[in-house]
């Protein structure tokens, strides 16, 4: 026996429930994450770049979105992103290793 849920979608944003938001927005930023970490292989990042997506959507959807607000959000998560940088693990690895042979 298959039972299937369907839960009715709400009409605006600011129409629907806490919960139904937190639905669609928490499986949305997961797969935004996780897409984003096979091309940036750097989770930080990717997650600076999901995060200002989901900006431009919540913001589209309020209708608050215009050419501003979006330059501004797309550069302020590029500028975020950069800051981060990436350890190389083979630099640590050689520093580890120096570092053994200089305690033998």
Same mark, same amino acid.
Not at 5 to 24: D, R
Not at 39 to 60: D, Q
Not at 77 to 96: D, G, N
């Given at each position: ?19 139904? /938001? ?9 797969? #935004?994450?996780?897409? !984003?970490? *096979? &091309?940036?292989?750097? =989770? +930080? ?11 431009? /959507? ?9 050419? #501003?607000?979006?330059? !501004?959000? *797309? &550069?302020?998560?590029? =500028? +975020? ?24």
């Amino acid at each position: 026996m298959n039972v299937i849920y369907f839960a009715k979608p709400p009409q605006t944003l600011t129409s629907g429930t806490f919960i139904q /938001l937190l639905l669609f927005f928490i499986p949305l930023f997961l797969f #935004l994450i996780f897409l !984003l970490n *096979i &091309i940036f292989r750097f =989770f +930080i990042r990717s997650f600076i770049f999901s995060l200002g997506i989901i900006l431009i /959507l919540i913001f589209k959807s309020l209708e608050m979105l215009n050419i #501003l607000t979006g330059a !501004l959000i *797309i &550069i302020a998560s590029i =500028f +975020i992103a950069i800051s981060f940088k990436k350890t190389r693990t083979a630099q640590t690895s050689k520093i580890q290793s120096l570092k053994l042979k200089k305690q033998q």
